[in-house]
Antibody
Framework: EVQLVESGGGLVQPGGSLRLSCAAS????????MSWVRQAPGKGLEWVAN????????YYVDSVKGRFTISRDNAKNSLYLQMNSLRAEDTAVYYC????????WGQGTLVTVSS | QSALTQPASVSGSPGQSITISCTGT?????????VSWYQQHPGKAPKLMIY???KRPSGVSNRFSGSKSGNTASLTISGLQAEDEADYYC??????????FGGGTKLTVL
């Protein structure tokens, strides 16, 4: 059974940092692109970043470029999102999702940026 | 990276058919056959319903279908059922490795 489990969310002050993790199981993690998608409270979905199978390609939405870094560890079946210089508008549930079509999603982890 | 345009809400009675539109530009929807549709129930993670414009993942009812004409993609749900009531989001590849979502459509089954 495919499972994606996010962790690392929480309350952080503006300007702070947080590292999200996504533990994958039930499939060959190293064979898939992986992505982070977020959803602000009461709002729609927003693609944040994605990473190629071997980590050689990474793409970001303009609003997080230079602040967020996506990475992966195929040996640990894990996806990460390092978030720096956090802003109030980064407050959202962050989901990791599998593949180019996002056929499996995790349950999400809530990031709240507030003083 | 501008959001795709979806109607805020649509509604229909059980058994009826509804269509949700998703309008983009020649730089996203119009250029690639890479539109996906997601269903999201309150408090739940999104679920993939359609990918590459018209393909259904295994396990998704054939009541759901997708199409595209020019810069507009559409999701049609036939034989509406109560459990179809949810938010629906379209998403398109926008080039240079980037993806863009629509604002979402709330479907109400009357």
């Amino acid at each position: 059974e495919v499972q994606l489990v996010e962790s690392g969310g929480g309350l952080v002050q503006p300007g702070g940092s947080l590292r999200l993790s996504c533990a994958a199981s039930g499939f060959t993690f190293s064979s898939y692109w992986m992505s982070w998608v977020r959803q602000a409270p009461g709002k729609g979905l927003e693609w944040v970043a994605n990473i190629k199978q071997d980590g050689s390609e990474k793409y970001y939405v303009d609003s997080v470029k230079g602040r967020f870094t996506i990475s992966r560890d195929n040996a640990k079946n894990s996806l990460y999102l390092q978030m720096n210089s956090l802003r109030a508008e980064d407050t959202a549930v962050y989901y990791c999702a599998r593949g180019k079509h996002w056929d499996y999603w995790g349950q999400g982890t809530l990031v709240t940026v507030s003083s | 990276q501008s959001a795709l345009t979806q109607p805020a809400s649509v509604s229909g009675s059980p058994g009826q058919s509804i269509t949700i539109s998703c309008t983009g530009t020649s730089s996203d929807v119009g250029s690639y056959n890479l539109v996906s549709w997601y269903q999201q129930h309150p408090g739940k993670a999104p679920k993939l319903m359609i990918y590459e414009g018209s393909k259904r993942p295994s396990g998704v009812s054939n009541r759901f279908s997708g199409s595209k004409s020019g810069n507009t993609a559409s999701l049609t749900i036939s034989g509406l059922q109560a459990e179809d009531e949810a938010d629906y989001y379209c998403c398109s590849y926008a080039g240079s490795g980037c993806w863009v979502f629509g604002g979402g459509t709330k479907l109400t089954v009357l």
